[in-house]
Every structure is written in structure tokens, then in C-alpha cells.
């Protein structure tokens, strides 16, 4: 158990929805991470929260925002959603080196 | 662009055996090289990690290598345990950002035959 908590852990929507992931951060960890993993692009980063600011910003969809929380929880909300955004999505948060993974939240758009 | 290429795709391998996945890098301001493990279902998991200051660093069966010259870095799992069956991936971050984003490789499939 990394200590990151992700909910919820299986999504399932329509195209065009928005849907809201929540991450909680291991105690202590001021980062917050998003990644996207899929089986052609691989594990992908999206973006990422410093004690709640942007602090940097990867290959993310206009579709798709993030905020983090004064209590240091995220949220990533998806958007207009397409067939394309099936994925499973993963938080990570760190506080010096390491970057420890939450167990992700797989996406379904039918 | 791909800045993390990694090698094989998959790896099928004996018990007892030794795993060894490859990875080689563009960005020479990569400073911090981990690795992850993951479970089917499961987020990745920090493995062990290197800096390029050292050429090898040691944890259990795990070791990693690294050629900074090459631009390479390597994970040998010795004595492979079917248990050690899982998907593999390398990944690096820039220097100077101590709290900045991972680039991973492709990932590898590691499947330990009993």
C-alpha cells in the first residue's frame, strides 16, 4: 500500500459526460502528480499540483483540468468525453524523490 | 518524442534465471532514474531508484546498472521467481526539479516460468 488513495476505482460513462477522479496524497507529500496510462501511449504525464499550485503541465487535454485542494487532495475532471479517453488514470504524490502511485482509476467510455 | 526507450518488450524467462530489461535516454539532464514495477491492476510501485553519480546500486535481487557516457541504464533481477512476473518500466526526471514529472519507457512484460 503506497499510501495514495484513488477514487473511485472503476468508471464506467457515456460520450460527452464529464466525470470528476479524486486522489488523496500519502501524509505529508505536498506534490500531486496525474499520469495517464494506455496500452499505445503508455504511462503519460498530465499534471501536476504543488501544495496548490501548477506547478507543470504535460500532454493534457483542454478537455481536461485539475485543482488541488487546501486539505491537498486533488481532483481531475474529464470533459466532453470521447471513445479515446478509456484509460486507466493514476496519482501519484511525492515529498523528496520518490513518486509513489495510487491504484489508479479505470475509465470506460462506451 | 519518446525521451526513454526501452527494451525488450517482453521477456520470458526461467526460474532462477536472470531478467535483464534496457533503457537508454536522449535528455542529458536527466538526473534521478527509477523503476516501477506493476501488477496487473495495480499502480506502479517504486522498485529502486539511481542517480548518475554511481554506476550500480543494489537492493536484494534487484540491481541497477548504469552507463552514463551511453546514456544507459539496466535492471537485472537475479534468481527470477515467477512471482516477479509483472510489466517493468524505467523512467528519469530532470535535474534541478526535485519534485518534477517522470518520463517512462515503453514498459517490459516480464513473465518468470516456474
Known amino acids: 500500500d503506497s499510501g495514495v488513495t484513488q477514487t473511485p476505482k472503476h468508471l464506467i460513462t457515456a460520450t460527452g459526460q464529464r466525470v470528476t477522479l479524486r486522489c488523496s496524497p500519502r501524509?505529508?507529500?505536498?506534490?500531486v502528480y496525474w499520469y495517464q496510462q494506455s496500452l499505445d501511449q503508455g504511462l503519460q504525464f498530465l499534471i501536476q499540483y504543488y501544495n496548490g499550485e501548477e506547478r507543470a503541465k504535460g500532454n493534457i487535454l483542454e478537455r481536461f483540468s485539475a485543482q488541488q485542494f487546501p486539505d491537498l487532495h486533488s481532483e481531475l475532471n474529464l470533459s466532453s468525453l470521447e471513445l479515446g479517453d478509456s484509460a486507466l488514470y493514476f496519482c501519484?504524490?511525492?515529498?523528496?524523490?520518490?513518486?509513489?502511485f495510487g491504484p489508479g482509476t479505470r475509465l470506460t467510455v462506451l | 518524442q519518446q525521451q526513454v526507450k526501452q527494451s525488450p518488450q517482453s521477456l520470458i524467462v526461467q526460474k532462477g534465471g536472470i531478467s535483464i530489461i534496457n533503457c537508454a535516454y536522449e535528455n542529458t539532464a536527466f538526473d534521478y532514474f527509477p523503476w516501477y514495477q506493476q501488477f496487473p491492476g495495480k499502480g506502479p510501485a517504486l522498485l529502486i531508484a539511481?542517480?548518475?553519480?554511481?554506476s550500480e546500486k543494489k537492493e536484494g535481487r534487484f540491481t541497477i546498472s548504469f552507463n552514463k557516457s551511453a546514456k544507459q541504464f539496466s535492471l537485472h533481477i537475479m534468481d527470477s521467481q515467477p512471482g516477479d512476473s509483472a510489466t517493468y518500466f524505467c523512467?528519469?526526471?530532470?535535474?534541478?526539479?526535485?519534485?518534477?514529472?517522470?518520463?517512462f519507457g515503453q514498459g517490459t512484460i516480464l513473465t518468470v516460468h516456474p
Open positions: 539511481i542517480r548518475p553519480d554511481v
Open positions: 501519484a504524490s511525492s515529498g523528496a524523490n520518490e513518486q509513489f
Open positions: 523512467a528519469a526526471r530532470v535535474s534541478g526539479t526535485s519534485y518534477g514529472k517522470l518520463t
Open positions: 501524509s505529508g507529500d505536498l506534490s
